[in-house]
């Protein structure tokens, strides 16, 4: 059996900001649990495919460097390589189908722009480990209203394109369960690579990390009307 990627949606930071959200919502806790599984799914599936489009494209010789903006703040953009692989690849694919004299009749940024093309379809064609997410999501989206999907909703667009059974999927948090509870996803389109596992679990473990932030903002937006209005009382 080929190995997937399994995550219990347990963690110590995400039990913390759980708990003091169930506290303050009046849906119960196995929508809770599932509602923060779901946006941590969403969260994984981009991550996934961002981590490895930035790696493809460090690869290939495009690099994020960081620049000053016109404020003062560093702000970061993509510059080529001085011998960037892609260029390379593009400049050979020119020279082999039309002779060396043809890379004359191309500008630096016209085969930039080519390079930059083919850096996207390569990044496409590997968004398949993203789509793992995607059973998962369908699963758990079916667990609590559809209002409190919208700050994560994920596009099709977002994955790649998958050919038969759909990879990944959930075990959503029981409605009527007494005692310790949890929910637990599965991404299984890792075609049994440890390379994959590993871009998986980085997408995932930064998942982890937006989503306890989003519901600790959530707590503060809660708690600070209560503290203006109990101030005002105090005044």
């Known amino acids: 059996m080929a190995r997937a990627f399994k995550m219990d949606i347990i963690h110590k930071e995400f039990d913390r900001a759980l708990e003091q959200i169930i506290r303050e919502s009046s849906r119960s806790t196995w929508t809770v649990l599932n509602s923060q599984a779901y946006h941590f799914c969403a969260r994984a599936a981009r991550n996934t495919r961002k981590v490895e489009a930035s790696k493809i494209e460090s690869e290939l010789g495009l690099n994020k460097v960081e620049v000053p903006g016109k404020d003062g703040r560093p ?117 049994d690579s440890p390379r994959a596992l590993a871009i998986i679990r980085k997408g995932a473990d930064q998942a982890m990390i937006e989503t306890v932030a989003d519901m600790r903002r959530h707590l503060k937006s809660k708690m600070k009307p209560i503290e203006q209005k109990h101030n005002g009382r105090r005044r």
């Not at 789509?131 to 596009?155: E, K, M, Q």
């Open 75 to 191: 702000r970061f953009r993509k510059r080529w390589a001085q011998q960037s692989l892609a260029i390379a690849i593009i400049m050979s694919r020119i020279i082999k189908k039309s002779g060396r004299d043809a890379l004359a009749l191309f500008s630096n940024r016209d085969i930039a722009n080519r390079a930059k093309r083919m850096i996207r379809s390569r990044v496409r064609a590997r968004a398949f480990l993203s789509s793992g997410w995607r059973g998962a999501l369908r699963r758990l989206a079916t667990t609590f209203p559809s209002r409190d999907r919208a700050r994560s909703r994920i596009r099709s667009s977002e994955f790649g394109r998958t050919r038969g059974k759909e990879k990944g999927f959930a075990k959503p948090a029981p409605q009527n369960l007494i005692g310790s509870m949890t929910a637990i996803v599965v991404n299984s389109a890792t075609k």
